[in-house]
């Protein structure tokens, strides 16, 4: 991805997976919204046995040209993933309260092995 951010990761299995998932991204992206300018996107992703979240951000200051915004947002949302469940959740309570703040879905997403990935087939 060229423009954009992509971070992806594996959550603890557990009752509360989708609500700490939805949580994390919703607090960094509003955190990022205004002075970046972007939007994200989260997917729950199947892929063979395996199952993984992607969360997406978006927008004209987020990509390659710019690693210092990349650091910031991804230190953010490692920061926000070691708080325990109770203080993940009052945190974002308190920010859902707010008349700007947005949430996003986890849409599902089922992905394939892409056995044509390797760059070698570029050149033909």
Known sequence: MEKGLEISFQARAGTHETEVVEALASIVGNRFRESLDIDWRVF?????????????FEGRKVG??????EKEIRE????LSRDNYAELMRLYK?????AEFETKRITQLKEEFDLWEDRFWEYF
Do not use: A
């Not at 390659?64 to 915004?69: A, C, E, M, S, V």
């Not at 953010?76 to 920061?79: K, L, V, Y």
């Open 64 to 69: 390659r040209l710019h690693p210092h915004i």
């Open 94 to 98: 308190k920010e859902k309260r707010k």
């Open 44 to 56: 729950h992703v199947t892929l063979g046995n395996e199952r993984f979240y992607k969360v997406l």
């Open 76 to 79: 953010s949302f490692d920061t």
